[in-house]
Every structure is written in structure tokens, then in C-alpha cells.
């Protein structure tokens, strides 16, 4: 069986002296394994189309065994802005291991893979600081996951609230006057609660189209970055790396 789709390289690994397993998550079969032959062999007319992060169109053939073969391949976006920067390059790579970690095997994912590609474009093209494209990725990502925070009032006195703490494991909100337990909680001031709330709720073609203050953008970042390690009850190798490259 032939299909032809589009999807984005999440993970290229080396397979025998010239072809690569790659792990592509596409809008139409979700997350699949692919066996690219002779993709790393000179003047190969896939080579670009298979790198990591390469959003390509792509014609698979799916065998007796249930593999999926590479036969075609051409790029569509290569987001080369990431790869004048390490920092960006690594924070691009942090970005896939995360869609790699939520997404199925041939479960479409048409959500995660438009939010995976609109951050990228906006990492690759500056459009926004990092830190701010990166902390509307990994909270979006976390509702699209099916851990989407409550944020419209404490969880405690339901009273609405300008500010608060979020609880990194129950996705809970409370207010200040209420306060929290435990270790695991994130503060939020005003600007920081509002971005939160656009983020989770806006529609997806807006959803880097806010403004925050430095301040504000440091409580948001801190918190979506330990909501989504918290809810994913892991750690991500590609994350460590970004931590130490950044400036």
C-alpha cells in the first residue's frame, strides 16, 4: 500500500552504512517509523528531506510486515534559521522529543503536529523571544495532552483571581489569599496568569499574538516548563542540553 502525506522528522537514526530509521508524525496517520534507505549516501535526493526537523512530503510504502518504507521525498520546510543557532537548533530538538513523547502510532495528530510546525516557524524566523515561543509550546502542548490547567478561578474559594499559584500536579489554580501546599506549585503574578489564560484558550492561529512583561515572562516560563515535566513524569534529555547552551 502506497500513501503519500506530509509530516515532520522528530528522530533520525543511523541504520547500516547509508539509511536511517526516522520517526515522522504526520496530520494524517499520526506518528510513524519509517526506513529511509540510502539517505546518507552522496547527492542522495532525500538526504534534506529526511534530516531531523525537515517537514517534508512524503510517499511511504507499507509491506506485508507492517513497515513503512521511504520511496519519495521533498521538503516543504526546512527551518533553516534553527541551524545557524545551537541554541535554537537544541531548542527546536527539545520541541520534537516532546511531540515524539505525546504523540501515537498511526493515531492521527493534525493539533499537535500544526502547533509543533507554527513554533518552529516562529523559533526559526525570531518572530518571538525563545523563551516565550518555547513556554506557549509546552503549555498548549500539555492541553492538547489532555492536561490542560484550570485557570478561571481558585480551585479553593472560587473566587476569580489576577494572580495566584498554579499546582504543578493537579492543574489547579489558587489565590493568594487562599495560598498553597506543597512543594510543587508555580507562582503567577497578573501578566503571567493572563498569558496563561490566552494561551490555553485561544484559537491556534493566534496564539503567539500577546504581549508580556520580562517579569511576567519569567513566572510564565518557569511554570510551563515544570507543569509539562510534571505531568509527563519524566525528564527530557534535549531539554538538559538546551538549558546549558542558552544564553
Not at 6 to 24: H, M
Amino acid at each position: 500500500m502506497y500513501i503519500t502525506t506530509t509530516g515532520i522528522v522528530l528522530r533520525e537514526t543511523e541504520y547500516k552504512e547509508s539509511s536511517r530509521i526516522l520517526t515522522v508524525l504526520t496530520g494524517t496517520e499520526g506518528k510513524l517509523t519509517v526506513s529511509a534507505k540510502g539517505t546518507k549516501r552522496k547527492n542522495s535526493r532525500t538526504a534534506a528531506s529526511t534530516q531531523l526537523l525537515a517537514y517534508s512530503e512524503m510517499t511511504l510504502y507499507k509491506g506485508r510486515d507492517n513497515r513503512w518504507t521511504l520511496t519519495e521525498a521533498r521538503s516543504l520546510e526546512l527551518f533553516d534559521g534553527l541551524r545557524e543557532e545551537i541554541e535554537l537548533l537544541s531548542l527546536g530538538a527539545y520541541f520534537a522529543e516532546v511531540m515524539e513523547t505525546v504523540s501515537d502510532e498511526d493515531s492521527p495528530s493534525p493539533e499537535i503536529l500544526a502547533l509543533g510546525l507554527n513554533s518552529l516557524y516562529a523559533l526559526s524566523w525570531k518572530l518571538k523571544p525563545a523563551r516565550l515561543i518555547k513556554a506557549v509550546f509546552e503549555l498548549r502542548m500539555m492541553c492538547l495532552a489532555g492536561f490542560e490547567p484550570i485557570l478561571t478561578a481558585c480551585d479553593h474559594c472560587g473566587e476569580p483571581t489576577d494572580s495566584g499559584y498554579l499546582d504543578l500536579v493537579g492543574g489547579i489554580l489558587t489565590c493568594k489569599k487562599c495560598g498553597h501546599s506543597g512543594e510543587l506549585t508555580a507562582p503567577l503574578d497578573s501578566g503571567a496568569l493572563s498569558a496563561a489564560r490566552y494561551i490555553t484558550g485561544t484559537e491556534p492561529k493566534r496564539i503567539f499574538s500577546f504581549t508580556i512583561s520580562d517579569a511576567s515572562m519569567d513566572m510564565l516560563a518557569d511554570a510551563a516548563e515544570k507543569y509539562l515535566l510534571v505531568q509527563m513524569d519524566r525528564g527530557f534529555g534535549t531539554l538538559d542540553y538546551y538549558n546549558k547552551v542558552k544564553i
